[in-house]
């Protein structure tokens, strides 16, 4: 048997974040396996996760506080000196032009949302609430319409993919991407059972699409024809569940009347999906007893993308398929991980602040602009913009131009590089972390992690670095005010709320950084050196008392438990588990209390919806004549994952991220598979290595994520591997209500490269993996 222990925690691939056991010996993860004991994963592992060793160990960890030179370069400082400094320039800032003219761009990576608490308890004290993060940049059309419709911005749909018996997947490849916990289980068993069936609906044969009963090929921007084409059919043939519709929702004859004015043959046409498919579609969409409708960037990040999440709503609506086993329902929540803010604007700008967050596509703008409430400074924490926010070259610009910017994060990543302070922290394996994207319904879970490798000597885990920033900056009270509230907590629960609640009575202004308050009192008394999870006391009586009878169930608690103890329970619960402990399990018939309207209605019929369906003109589907290609901007792969992995040692395939094409469109360019080509948008130009791939339709071409980012070599140098895609990306090209940028749709064009420009990249790929292999 292999020497060294074994641990619990959660992968940080993706955000179902699975429950796995790690191999550490002598301060190294050495293996990965899946969790059986995780009540949510049970086991379940994919690829990925068996690589989480190449994001715990690499060459590019930060070490050392740096302060950028005057000639771009960096010296390393103590970290007194970074707190005291930072500190000074932030209060300078706040002073010349308020706590507004600063943002938090970030706050948490895929299931790491410890240190987004206390960054944004630290944005609040200075007097800010502007905070850009990747949920701006994928989700907050949908989150737009669940507002209207469900009355909160913060009601969001579940999945019970476990129990459907019709499986609709729209612009998701569930067995690459998962995005739902044990995916290819699921698949597998809908493939094998002949009751089950599956939809997909995507332009290319995915290898989810290889499994689907029905695959809709839609053309590439199509969707919102594709859809509405459905739902008119839908309507029109009378296939819509009438009694859930008058039971349950209100506005349902405007929307009848929008969706009969559809030319049902010209939009199907328009989205390259023959009538015949359609009608086969809708009719088992009629004959299914339970369907769930999974969704993700491809329409989420598709032209129309607003208008797709409202028409993706409908059809579940149409067809009734919500609130019961097998379909769509609400979650309830241990705390939302995002807000509502409905009708609020960003005065720089003038875009609607959706959820409580800017688009990141707003952000060159936002700080651009001459708006006398332009962004000054931005506090960058475990987030990438230089590489994941749309048109790279603005938002380098931008990030050079601020008065302030301060990067928290693990590596020197692209936007550290550009920042005036770098503040390394702690990796996810090395501190007490949770995830906040629980989305499970009827039970729901949650995962307390504690750190399972000693930090890296010099970093500090975020609440260290905002306890610091926040005395410095006096919005924190000092250890001796704080002792007696750490002496009621080693006391008793009950002793320590009494005295937290008188504290914050007479130390207004400590509510802000509540988060921190708690971290340095109850925080320093719970086990495992789970301090960093203390804020999460708050928001566990707060979910015991929104649903007190789905945390009694959950909890196996008897009836007569009052709230605030039950509050307490579920909080002991979740801090003295390592595999994670289910918070809330609710009858399917309490969906209806988790919708925000008064009444517990589904609004139907959503303004400036049913009008933009109204307007949507066939004619303008496709791709313009200058840049004929459509290519899809951060397509998920089998080693792939977001920003998180900077060895590119750890991919076992694509190691140059190739952009993938259909065979004849790349022969009739002339080039051959594995060519070197030029991908040309408006804003810029990629060199990437191309790679036919039979699965994908004329004129459609895909980039990966993950990519572009810098690792150095063992001399020093640092050299990027990949395509940094958002240098093709253009910050205008974005859904009107919600920003959020059509990634899925990028015009360019592609070109030939000369045989001696060629041979430069071949070059510099075999060097980056040749030094990755030799490092
Ligand atoms: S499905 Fe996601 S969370 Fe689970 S092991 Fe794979 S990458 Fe990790």
């Not at 839908?234 to 929702?249: C, K, P």
């Not at 030319?263 to 769930?292: F, G």
């Not at 925000?596 to 066939?618: C, N, S, T």
Request: glycine share 8%; with cysteine; aromatic share 8%.
């Amino acid at each position: 048997m292999a020497p060294g222990t074994w641990h619990k925690t959660a992968c940080n691939l993706c955000y179902v974040n699975c429950g796995i056991e790690v191999l550490v010996n002598e301060g190294h993860i050495e293996k990965v396996r899946g969790d059986r004991s995780s009540p949510k994963s049970q086991g379940y592992l994919c690829n990925k996760a068996a690589r989480i060793p190449y994001y715990a160990h690499h060459k590019d960890r930060l070490t050392t506080p740096l302060r950028r030179r005057a000639d771009g370069g960096f010296d390393a400082i103590t970290w007194d000196v970074a707190i005291t400094e930072i500190a000074e320039r932030v209060r300078d800032l706040v002073d010349r032009h308020g706590g507004k003219s600063l943002a938090l761009y970030g706050g948490g990576g895929q299931g790491n949302h410890a240190g987004g608490a206390y960054a944004n308890a630290f944005l609040r004290a200075l007097g800010s609430r502007h905070v850009f993060n990747a949920l701006s940049q994928e989700k907050t059309g949908d989150f737009w319409i669940n507002g209207h419709m469900f009355g909160s911005q913060t009601c969001h749909t579940a999945e019970d993919v476990h129990h459907c018996d019709l499986l609709f997947v729209i612009g998701a490849n569930p067995w690459i991407a998962h995005g739902f916990p044990n995916a290819r289980d699921h698949l597998n068993q809908i493939r094998k059972d002949p009751a089950r069936k599956l939809i997909v609906v995507d332009p290319r044969r995915t290898e989810t699409a290889e499994m689907a009963d029905l695959h809709l090929a839609v053309r590439p921007g199509a969707d919102a024809f594709l859809l509405g084409a459905l739902l008119a059919t839908l309507v029109r043939s009378d296939l819509i569940d009438h009694d859930f519709i008058n039971e349950h929702t209100v506005g349902v004859a405007e929307v009848r009347e929008a969706l009969l004015e559809i030319p049902v043959e010209e939009w199907a046409a328009a989205a390259e999906i023959s009538m015949a498919d359609i009608e086969r579609c809708a009719a088992m969409i009629a004959a299914a007893k339970a369907m769930v409708v999974r969704v993700e960037l491809g329409i989420q990040q598709g032209v129309n993308s607003t208008l797709n999440s409202y028409l993706e709503k409908l059809l579940i609506m149409l067809s009734g398929s919500f609130g019961r086993k097998g379909t769509n329902q609400l979650h309830s929540w241990l705390q939302p991980l995002w807000g509502n803010s409905p009708g609020q604007k960003f005065a720089p700008t003038g875009d609607e602040v959706i959820a409580g967050l800017l688009p990141p596509n707003i952000f060159p703008e936002a700080v651009l602009s001459d708006h006398p409430d332009r962004l000054r400074g931005v506090w960058v924490d475990s987030s990438n913009p230089a590489n994941t926010a749309s048109n790279t070259k603005a938002v380098e610009r931008a990030l050079r131009s601020l008065e302030l910017c301060v990067v928290v994060d693990v590596a020197m990543t692209e936007t550290a590089q550009l920042a005036h302070y770098v503040l390394p922290a702690s990796s996810q394996y090395e501190k007490t972390e949770f995830t906040l994207f629980n989305f499970e319904f009827p039970t729901n879970y949650f995962h307390v992690r504690a750190g399972v490798l000693p930090p890296l000597e010099g970093t500090l885990p975020e609440p260290e670095i905002y306890t610091r920033l926040a005395r410095a900056l006096g919005y924190l009270p000092g250890d001796n005010a704080l002792a007696p509230l750490r002496e009621a907590a080693k006391r008793s629960r009950s002793e320590f709320a009494a005295a937290f609640r008188a504290f914050m009575g007479e130390n207004p202004s400590a509510a802000s950084v509540a988060a921190l308050v708690l971290y340095q009192t109850l925080g320093q008394t719970l086990p495992d050196g789970t301090a960093a999870a203390a804020p999460l006391w708050n928001a566990a009586l707060s979910c015991a008392k929104r649903s007190p009878q789905a945390v009694r169930r959950a909890l196996g608690a008897p009836d007569d438990v009052a709230d605030q103890a039950l509050g307490d329970a579920l909080f002991d619960a979740m801090i003295a588990t390592r595999q994670g402990v289910a918070v809330t399990q609710h009858e399917y018939d309490e969906v209806w209390s988790l919708i925000g309207h008064p009444d517990r209605k589904i609004r139907l019929a959503v303004p400036g919806m049913l009008e933009w369906l109204a307007r949507l003109d066939p004619e303008s589907a496709g791709a313009p004549r200058e840049f004929p290609f459509m290519l899809a901007a951060g397509q998920r792969r089998m080693f792939n994952a977001n920003q998180i992995f900077r060895d590119p040692k750890w991919r076992r395939d694509d190691p140059d991220g190739a952009l993938l094409i259909n065979p004849a469109d790349l022969s009739e360019l002339g080039a051959k598979d594995g060519d070197w080509i030029a991908v040309e948008s408006p804003v810029g130009r990629l060199i990437v290595r191309c790679k036919t791939d039979g699965s994908m339709r004329r004129g459609q071409l895909a980039l990966p994520h993950g990519y572009g980012q810098a690792y150095p070599t063992p001399s020093g140098e640092r050299l990027t591997n990949g395509p940094r895609i958002n240098l093709l990306t253009e910050s205008g090209n974005r859904d009107p209500i919600a920003g959020t940028p059509y990634h899925k749709h990028v015009a360019v064009r592609l070109s030939l490269l000369p045989d001696h420009e060629a041979a430069v990249h071949q070059t510099r790929s075999e060097r980056i993996h040749a030094s990755a292999a030799a490092g």
